[in-house]
């Protein structure tokens, strides 16, 4: 590992003025299990200065405001297992932050580097598109708002300027009649990144007909976004195997629309329809 300059600011401003300093020799550390692995790679990384965020109280836990959920992204993701609030009200996030890693990396790992390193594979990234998230970034120019579904331009890139801290994950409260799931697909159970991934909410009329639906698929599109196309052929109707196959294979067409056909797409073409229907499913 190349040395580097170690700071640990105690309050966001300090952090700021630090990070505006620095300029583009500074890396922000979170927990690190994004951060180190790549520093540990012979002659991969650049940064000569690591701002450690992890003393920065404010940028810590999960609260409601109104309607709306408020999460830190300095939360771990053990944290937003074990939330009442998360399981009660976005049980899809809880759903996949359980299958994180092990549970050293859940213990250690946050949601504000998930989102921020923006790997493909990245669990919290579907269900808090399907959440309709917001974040919140602030730098020492200012703060900025921005819809989650607008951040990322491509795995590893996101709109963030690199002086700039992700202070606040917010997304409104799922209503009771909610259902929703996360449905991830990896090499083995434990320990794995995930291949394919699915996120889902359906809400149903007292009548039993779907009122709202939203699909957001992990890993397989060249950018995350809900598959509209999918969710309209279930809007209106009465949940089925039929209709939640229908609603699959709009997924996979969307994606070979997306990817053309590829040396991937004999194996995902199939396997994305089935991890959409199951993930509807699991919505029952
Ligand atoms: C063995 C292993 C298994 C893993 N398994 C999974 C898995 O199953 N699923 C999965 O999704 N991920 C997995 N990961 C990846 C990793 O654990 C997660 O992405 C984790 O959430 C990253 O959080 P962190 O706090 O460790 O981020 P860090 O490593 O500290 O930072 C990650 C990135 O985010 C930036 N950053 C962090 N916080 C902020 C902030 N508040 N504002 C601005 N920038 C910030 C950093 O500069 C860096 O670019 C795994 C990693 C390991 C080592």
């Known amino acids: 590992m190349k040395p580097f300059d170690y700071h640990s600011p105690r309050s966001l401003p300090e952090a700021c003025l630090l990070l505006a300093e620095l300029g583009a020799e500074a890396k922000i550390l979170a927990g690190g299990t994004d951060v180190l692995v790549e520093m540990r790679k012979p002659g991969s990384y650049s940064s000569k200065a690591v701002v450690d965020i992890t003393r920065i109280s404010s940028l810590k836990g ?78 020492s120019k200012g703060e900025r708002s921005i819809a989650l579904s607008d951040f990322f331009i491509k795995p590893y890139a996101t709109v963030a300027q690199r002086d700039e801290i992700l202070v606040e994950i917010r997304f409104p409260k799922l209503p009771a009649n909610a259902r929703s799931s996360f449905v991830k697909l990896g090499r083995r159970n434990a320990l794995s990144i995930a291949r394919l991934s699915v996120a889902a909410i359906l809400v149903k009329s007292d009548a039993g007909v779907i009122t709202d639906a939203r699909i957001v698929t992990g890993a397989a599109f060249p950018k995350w976004q809900r598959v509209l196309e999918a969710e309209k052929v279930l809007i209106g109707q009465k949940p089925s195997r039929e209709l939640f196959d229908a609603a699959g294979k709009k997924v996979s067409e969307a994606l070979i629309s997306f990817t053309g056909r590829r040396w991937s797409t004999e194996y995902k073409e199939p396997v994305i329809a089935v991890l959409v229907r199951r993930s509807l499913e699991a919505c029952q």
Do not use: W
């Open 62 to 139: 999960i609260g409601e405001s109104g309607d709306a959920i408020l999460i830190g992204p300095l939360t771990t993701h053990a944290e937003i297992f074990h939330s009442r609030i998360v399981e009660q009200y976005a049980p899809l996030l809880k759903a996949a932050v359980a299958g994180i890693g092990s549970p050293q990396i859940r213990n250690r790992g946050t949601v504000g580097g998930n989102l921020m390193n923006a790997a493909a594979c990245a669990d919290t990234v579907p269900p808090l598109l399907a959440l309709n998230a917001t974040i919140k970034l602030l730098s």
